[in-house]
């Protein structure tokens, strides 16, 4: 395996992750073996047990023997096993905040030396988007793959304005609300299909009425219908009419601010931005 990578010391639960590797002297020590931390969620025993000793062969596999001194890098396999995340990474995971919504993205640093993060996107599913501001279900805890999902490896520090831009202030629209109201059967817009009298109140009409409505985020507990507006970020998404409106329940038909992504528009179009 080459060089000797840094001999076994024991660590928290989150010390080695999934490729990392280490050394220790074979039993005879004729040889130094080389050995490997397994995929989560056996990597949590890889700081709980030496590789040598009973209860070792849950974290680690062995790789090899190795000669001489491993130039000094950072764990080389955890970009390979890890896809890195180009932008850089976004804001350090904050337990005092209660305002994640779906999509957001955090980093979570599970070393200072050498330094590797990686990156969580809260889940866009119901209820697992209402955890994501719970602090049991924070990157890094035993839950925390019931809110957040694993995107990859970063280094350095993402633009601020490719991630969607945290709203707190007021965003509102006119939602209209119609139901069947009793009318005047001989009122000219009061339908009549039953010919009742003309003096009978027992015709119905339709009467609208708009309400001024908060904007939210999507949700898929929600029933939405055309004109129904939901954001993501400060952005406004408005659901379309007939029949397209059918999808705007759709987990897959989600708006996003991705690039990438298109599908959404099935379902949504645009709808400005909301105020600062």
């Known amino acids: 395996m080459g060089g000797c990578p840094d001999i076994w010391a024991p660590g928290d639960q989150d010390a080695f992750v999934e490729g990392d590797v280490v050394s220790l002297p074979s039993v005879n020590a004729d040889k130094t073996l080389v050995y490997v931390c397994k995929a989560w969620p056996y990597n949590r025993y890889c700081g709980q047990f030496s590789p040598t000793e009973d209860g070792g062969e849950q974290g680690w596999d062995l790789a090899g023997w190795c000669d001489g001194t491993q130039t000094p890098t950072s764990s080389p396999a955890f970009s390979a096993i890890l896809p890195a995340v180009p932008e850089g990474c976004p804001e350090p995971y904050d337990p005092a905040r209660v305002d994640y919504e779906a999509g957001d993205i955090v980093s979570y640093e599970l070393s200072s030396e050498p330094p590797r993060s990686i990156v969580f996107k809260c889940r866009p599913t119901w209820p697992s988007m209402s955890y994501c501001n719970q602090a049991g279900f924070a990157p890094g805890s035993d839950l925390r793959q019931w809110a957040w999902d694993l995107v990859g490896s970063c280094e350095g520090t993402l633009a601020p304005t490719l991630a969607p831009v945290p709203y707190s202030g007021t965003c509102e629209y006119d939602k209209e609300t119609c139901v069947l109201d009793n009318c005047l059967c001989s009122e000219p817009d009061c339908p009549n ?70 599908v959404w528009t099935g379902a949504w179009t645009r709808d400005g931005t909301c105020p600062p």
């Not at 898929?220 to 397209?244: E, I, L, M, S, W």
């Open 193 to 262: 299909p039953g010919n009742l009298a003309g003096t009978s109140t027992s015709c119905k009409k339709e009467v609208c009425t708009t309400v001024a409505t908060a904007v939210g985020t999507w949700s898929g507990v929600a029933t939405y219908v055309h004109g129904d507006v939901v954001r993501v970020g400060d952005q406004r998404f408005r659901c379309k009419n007939y029949p397209y409106s059918l999808w705007c329940t759709w987990e897959t038909y989600m708006p996003s601010l991705d690039p990438g992504s298109t």
